[in-house]
């Protein structure tokens, strides 16, 4: 309350008495004037805002637009337009979500993602190298290990557990966090039919997701949940976490090409067909490609977004193995140039690596697999021999894979 004017008081803050001031508030056993306490006011009121901002990293005039995000994705993941185009949209919107004021009456959704795309096409990375960008904690979980609570393999809470993790438990900014759920095609429900035992690992693990995407506060235990029963739980709000599902769904293009044969009938089916691409038939993915696949209806609705990742080519593989910033090539020259050795490769070798990886059907992650084993000898030997230079050709190459080869094929005799 105001103190009264004909009273000898002082403000404990400025030490400016009531004759110099509009008036005092008085406390328990001190007193603020109008002008401290308004300062005071500010003060919080900043701090707030730098908390906010500092859980988030990022305030609305950082925010990178759709545009920006694409061209800093093209700087690491070759090729794939179309999913990055998706994707910097919906954390793009999502973000501005997060930054909405609370004085609006209008709620913005989630916009949950979910990629579909065969394996060691970039699903993983492209999601990784968005989190960097963002700088917000970033946790990926295997859905493969996941199951119904009460059963072997980790409780569903457990993939908030990796988010607090990935941000120091620091709940404010875990709650605005990027979770990719990668293998969430290994959940899919394993029949139609009822069957007597209970469907575990499948749709009893999409049932359980269910809270987490839409939003939810969720008890998760900090250590995991059936190794320290006795840990206090942290509550955690999903409302603001950002799932990014990916998945190869291997064979769903038979579903797809069923859908799109039976889409129409007569004289318009064989118009249609005609226009369908069926080298890549992944292109016309659609939610109920992903229900006949095994995915509960539930789930598909809380994913809105859904796109798709090209299988890579031959020009897309040979671009990915030294365009990208983080290129393979330009990991093993930098390995070599810390121990002063200059590496350099002919263009055939290049080429060779490649024609193998197509071979292997691996997607980029065969690449890796290749040069590994080629450079395996001179990663071991060249660091003590002192040589300052090192040139591959495309026999020496060969020479090497056939030799890894060879031992693999005599090791497993």
Do not use: W
């Not at 979770?179 to 575990?200: L, M, Q, Y």
């Not at 993915?285 to 598909?300: M, N, R, T």
């Amino acid at each position: 309350m105001a103190k009264k004017e004909n009273s000898t008081s002082y403000c404990n803050f400025c030490g400016r008495t009531n004759k110099d001031v509009n008036f005092l508030i008085s406390g328990m056993s001190a007193e603020i004037c109008d002008s401290c306490a308004e300062q005071a006011y500010q003060i919080v009121k900043e701090s707030l805002e730098a908390k906010k901002k500092s859980s988030l990293g990022i305030d609305k005039s950082q925010l990178p637009d759709p545009r920006t995000i694409k061209e800093y994705l093209d700087g690491y993941i070759i090729g794939q337009d179309n999913a990055k185009r998706y994707l910097a949209v919906a954390v793009y919107n999502h973000y501005k979500r997060i930054l909405q004021g609370k004085d609006d009456n209008i709620e913005i959704e989630k916009s949950n993602i979910i990629l579909v795309g065969p394996t060691g096409t970039g699903k993983t990375l492209l999601a990784r190298t968005i989190a960097k960008l963002l700088k917000v904690p970033f946790a990926i979980v295997d859905a493969t290990v996941l199951t119904e609570a009460g059963y072997v393999g980790e409780d569903i809470e457990s993939i908030l557990t990796r988010l607090l993790q990935a941000s120091d438990y620091d709940v404010a900014s875990a709650e605005r966090g990027i979770v990719f759920i990668d293998e969430i095609d290994k959940i899919a429900r394993k029949g139609d039919n009822p069957s007597i035992t209970r469907d575990v690992s499948g749709e009893g693990v999409q049932q359980g997701l269910l809270k987490l995407l839409e939003g939810s506060i969720v008890n998760v235990p900090p250590q995991g949940g059936r190794k320290h029963p006795d840990q206090k739980m942290i509550a955690v709000d999903t409302k603001n976490i950002l799932f990014i599902c990916g998945g190869a769904f291997d064979g769903i293009e038979r579903k797809i090409a069923q859908r799109l044969n039976t889409m129409v009938v007569g004289y318009a089916s064989s118009k249609n067909n005609a226009q369908v691409d069926k080298e890549n038939l992944l292109q016309y993915v659609a939610p109920q490609d992903l229900k006949s696949y095994g995915l509960i209806p539930e789930i598909i609705g809380r994913l809105p977004i859904l796109t798709y990742l090209d299988a890579l080519d031959r020009s897309a593989l040979r671009r990915i193995l030294t365009e990208p910033k983080n290129s393979i090539i330009k990991q093993y020259v930098k390995l070599f140039g810390m121990d002063g050795v200059s590496l350099t490769f002919d263009e055939d070798v290049l080429e060779y690596i490649v024609d193998k990886a197509i071979e292997y059907k691996l997607g980029a992650r065969g690449l890796r697999a290749i040069v590994e084993n080629i450079m395996m000898d001179s990663m071991f030997n060249i660091p003590s021999t002192g040589e300052k230079e090192l040139h591959i050709t495309k026999e020496y190459a060969r020479e090497q894979l056939e030799k890894s080869e060879m031992i693999k094929l005599k090791n497993s005799h």
